[in-house]
């Protein structure tokens, strides 16, 4: 008995060995930390690797016969009057703990036939005894979560295991007194050598588990800085400004080598290497952005073919492609780039897709503060066109200037600005109005502009009558109107401002162009985009009727600037058409008073 324990030892050493092996294996490791049942092909996999554990097993078993040890070396075929001694029981009941009954029945019968093939006076018996200790160990481990509990109360389940298997030699094996011979010498040294080999690959499954839980308070530490110190920048939303604090942060913070963000048409940032050519403010021409724009999942690419690059001698190799998502739906990409593709492990891979979740739910609550706000700047807009100082003292002062001259004329200019204060307040209370209500309103702005700038510009209006019931946001066309008399024209140069609208499929599409000074591409790409900061206006007009537009119908409306310097600037919104037809009065209502 004292002399077989060392020799086992030795035995369990090969086993233990094998046992470190498996757990760097990253397959292996992946499927330690899954929290969910196992599927059929995880489940084959651990029959087989640990069928494979008590194969190896049987083959370094130690040979004993009639209580004296026969042979060290592998074993194939034995002698009928002799036995081996082994660790086959540590391997089946890791089996059934960890993989349940199926896998724990299947390592069982794995290990215990080719332990009957073997041979020996044991063999029947060890080969039924293994089968039954996988099933046993299978059922304990479906409700037991052996690697999440103390090592001993599973050291001490694979020590009855062993036990278990001494009872069947003695039942089964005969002749009675070889069996009750073998047991006495083997039992002490199989239940000590078992305990502690299962209690040591225990150790190994809770070191993986520990480095994957360290890996992860780590992974989260980093991600919540990041998002801690972007926080302020994709409040703002995802701008140019927003997307270059947010990426240089990111750069500092992670092992990536590049760092890119986009939003749905254009690259919004680039910082690091491959910057002299990856120029933001450009289209987004790589095919790996547009697949995840269309199908809003991560991609990674390992190669610099997969990358797309234009750009024959683009340093990057490998990158890593996210979504960012506001309101269900893709706004952009957060792009992580590396010089080499072995850089992108599974931690940056995890570390990014954290971060893609974190700066989703910053642009979520930036679109909920940004719709809030325009709201409110909607009220605030609509109160100062109510009282607009400047408008209401100089068609005022021209009225009082027509008194003297065309008494007629003033009636006119006054009933007409009444009628432009009066649209102004119903529109600041509606959520919709008909189209017609809205070119009343233009129709009474341009009547008082006119009467105050004769000879400055000519309205040529083309809208269909039948559009006059659809519903529209109010102040959609006035503020374009009048931005177009304030920034087109020259003070010499009389201008042409064409307002058309028409049906298109189930569209309403709406045009003001005009024949003025138009503007530079650098100004084109910012306004309706944000605000800017300028002697002759900040494009407050153009960003909020953009902004709301967007917010009422999504990407079904489409606000589109296009122009050119010295010919002009042409404004297209398209939104999809309701009629006041296709609501009931009291929906109308609801409608008109945003409920």
């Given at each position: 008995?004292?002399?077989?324990?060392?020799?086992?030892?030795?035995r369990?050493?090969i086993?233990?060995?094998f046992?470190?092996l498996?757990?760097?294996?990253s397959?292996f490791?992946?499927?330690i930390q899954?929290?969910?049942?196992?599927?059929?092909q995880e489940?084959?996999?651990?029959?087989?690797?640990?069928?494979v554990f008590g194969?190896?097993?049987?083959y370094?078993?130690?040979?004993i016969e009639k209580?004296?040890?026969?042979?060290?070396?592998?074993?194939t075929?034995?002698?009928e009057?002799?036995?081996?001694a082994?660790?086959?029981i540590?391997?089946v009941?890791?089996?059934?703990l960890?993989g349940?009954?199926a896998?724990?029945?299947?390592?069982?019968?794995?290990?215990g036939l080719?332990?009957?093939t073997?041979?020996g006076?044991?063999?029947?018996?060890?080969?039924?005894?293994?089968?039954?200790a996988?099933?046993l160990?299978?059922?304990i481990?479906?409700?037991?979560?052996f690697f999440?509990?103390?090592p001993?109360?599973?050291?001490?389940?694979?020590i009855?295991m062993?036990?278990l298997?001494m009872?069947?030699i003695?039942l089964l094996?005969k002749?009675f007194?070889?069996?009750?011979?073998l047991?006495?010498v083997i039992?002490v040294?199989m239940v000590?050598?078992?305990?502690?080999?299962i209690?040591?690959f225990?150790?190994?499954?809770?070191s993986?588990l520990s480095?994957e839980e360290?890996?992860?308070?780590?992974?989260?530490?980093?991600?919540?800085?990041?998002?801690q110190?972007?926080?302020?920048?994709?409040r703002l939303?995802?701008?140019?400004e927003?997307?270059r604090?947010?990426a240089?942060i990111?750069?500092?913070?992670?092992?990536a080598e590049?760092?890119a963000i986009?939003n749905?048409?254009m690259?919004?940032t680039?910082?690091?290497i491959?910057?002299?050519?990856?120029i933001?403010?450009?289209?987004?021409?790589?095919e790996?952005?547009?697949?995840v724009l269309?199908s809003g999942?991560?991609v990674?690419?390992?190669t610099k073919?997969e990358?797309?690059?234009?750009?024959?001698?683009c340093?990057?190799?490998?990158?890593?492609?996210?979504?960012?998502?506001?309101n269900q739906?893709i706004v952009?990409t957060l792009?992580?780039y590396f010089?080499?593709s072995k850089n992108?492990?599974i931690?940056?891979?995890?570390?990014?897709?954290?971060?893609?979740?974190?700066f989703?739910?910053q642009?979520e609550?930036?679109e909920?503060?940004?719709?809030?706000?325009?709201?409110k700047d909607a009220?605030?807009k609509?109160?100062q066109?109510q009282?607009h100082?400047?408008?209401?003292f100089n068609?005022?002062?021209?009225?009082?200037?027509?008194i003297r001259t065309d008494r007629?004329k003033?009636r006119r200019m006054?009933?007409?600005l009444s009628?432009?204060?009066?649209?102004?307040?119903?529109?600041?209370?509606?959520m919709?109005i008909?189209?017609k209500?809205?070119?009343?309103?233009?129709?009474?702005?341009?009547a008082l502009?006119?009467?105050?700038?004769p000879?400055k510009f000519s309205l040529h209006c083309?809208i269909?009558s039948?559009?006059h019931?659809?519903?529209v946001?109010?102040?959609?066309?006035?503020?374009l109107?009048?931005?177009?008399?304030?920034?087109a024209?020259s003070?010499?140069k009389?201008?042409?401002i064409?307002?058309?609208?028409y049906r298109?499929?189930?569209?309403?599409?709406?045009?003001?162009e005009?024949?003025?000074?138009?503007m530079?591409?650098?100004?084109?790409?910012?306004?309706?985009?944000?605000t800017?900061h300028?002697?002759?206006?900040?494009g407050t007009a153009?960003?909020?009727?953009?902004?709301?537009?967007?917010?009422l119908y999504?990407r079904k409306?489409i606000?589109?600037?296009e122009?050119e310097p010295?010919?002009?600037?042409k404004i297209t919104?398209?939104?999809?058409?309701r009629e006041?037809?296709?609501?009931?009065?009291?929906d109308v209502?609801s409608?008109?008073s945003?409920?």
């Open positions: 008995m004292i002399i077989l324990l060392p020799i086992m030892i030795e369990v050493g086993l233990v060995l046992a470190f498996l757990s760097r294996v397959l490791r992946g499927m899954k929290e969910r049942e196992y599927d059929f489940k084959m996999l651990l029959m087989f690797i640990f069928g194969i190896i097993s049987n370094t078993g130690v040979a209580g004296n040890i026969m042979s060290h070396s592998w074993q075929n034995l002698e009057s002799t036995a081996i082994n660790t086959r540590m391997g009941a890791i089996g059934g960890l349940g009954p896998v724990g029945f299947g390592v069982g019968l794995i290990a080719h332990r009957f073997l041979g006076f044991t063999s029947i018996a060890c080969g039924i005894s293994t089968i039954i996988g099933l160990t299978g059922l481990g479906r409700k037991y979560r999440q509990n103390p001993f109360k599973t050291v001490f389940i694979c009855c062993e036990l298997q009872a069947i003695l094996a002749p007194d070889s069996a009750f011979g047991v006495s039992t040294p000590i050598i078992n305990g502690f080999g209690l040591v225990i150790y190994l499954i809770q993986i480095e360290q890996t992860k308070a780590a992974q989260t530490e980093v991600a919540l800085d990041i998002a110190s972007t926080l302020p920048y994709f939303g995802l701008t140019p927003s997307s604090h947010a240089q990111i750069i500092a913070a992670t092992s590049a760092v986009t749905r048409t690259v919004l680039h910082i690091g491959g910057s002299d050519h990856h933001p403010l450009e289209k987004t021409e790589t790996l952005t547009r697949h269309a999942k991560i990674t690419a390992i073919k990358i797309h690059c234009s750009h024959l001698e340093p990057l190799q490998a990158a890593i492609v996210l979504p960012l998502k506001a739906k952009g792009k992580l010089t080499n992108m492990g931690v940056e891979y995890k570390l990014a897709e954290g971060l893609s979740k974190l989703s739910m642009l609550l930036a909920a503060e940004n719709q809030q706000k325009l709201l009220e605030i609509a109160l066109a009282i100082p400047h408008f209401l068609s005022m002062n021209t009225i009082a200037a027509l007629d003033a006054v009933h007409q009628a432009f204060f009066r649209s102004n307040l119903q529109g600041s209370k509606n919709y008909p189209l209500q809205e070119l009343e309103h233009v129709d009474a702005f341009l502009e006119k009467a105050r700038f000879d083309s269909d039948s559009l019931n659809v519903l946001p109010p102040f959609v066309l006035q503020p109107i009048e931005n177009t008399l304030r920034h024209f003070a010499t009389k201008g042409d064409y307002l058309t609208g298109q499929h189930d569209f309403l599409v709406l045009m003001v005009d024949n003025g000074k138009g530079s591409e650098e100004l084109l790409l910012m306004l309706g985009n944000k800017v300028s002697e002759k206006g900040t153009l960003w909020n009727i953009s902004k709301r537009i967007k917010e999504g409306a606000f589109l600037l122009s010295n010919r002009g600037t919104i398209r939104l999809p058409i006041i037809r296709q609501w009931g009065n009291e209502e409608i008109s945003g409920r």
